[in-house]
């Protein structure tokens, strides 16, 4: 069974920095688009950072020059270092991994960890 394993959430104050880190049980870990995406309370779901197995990096706007994904694919690991966090970034955050071939289309998620940004 394929488990994506979030880890390195907490409470941090405004300014501060954080970095978490999703390691996947994935074999072709570097066939996977790799994904960070948040929700904060009564928000929808989204986007906050993706790596294609081909080197394109996307951030949302709200995050960028702030936040910076990379993934080590020899540990299947994928990092999300976020600086100068601010309050509105307080949410829950998950780990996506998503890949698609001729034969099937596969699309993991983490169980997500906390991000508090707060006094």
């Known amino acids: 069974q394929v488990q994506l394993m979030e880890s390195g959430g907490g409470l941090v104050q405004p300014g501060g920095s954080l970095r978490l880190s999703c390691e996947a049980s994935?074999?072709?870990?570097?066939?996977?688009?790799m994904g960070w995406y948040r929700q904060a309370p009564g928000k929808q779901r989204e986007l906050v950072a993706i790596?294609?197995?081909?080197?394109?990096?996307s951030y949302a706007d709200s995050v960028k020059g702030r936040f910076t994904i990379t993934r080590e694919n020899a540990k299947n690991t994928v990092y999300l270092q976020m600086n100068s966090l601010k309050p509105e970034d307080t949410a829950v955050y998950s780990c996506?991994?998503?890949?698609?071939?001729?034969?099937?289309?596969?699309?993991?998620w983490g169980q997500g960890t906390q991000v508090t940004v707060s006094f």
């Open positions: 996506n991994a998503q890949r698609a071939t001729p034969i099937r289309s596969y699309d993991y």
């Open positions: 994935l074999s072709a870990f570097s066939f996977y688009t």
């Open positions: 790596t294609a197995p081909g080197g394109r990096i």
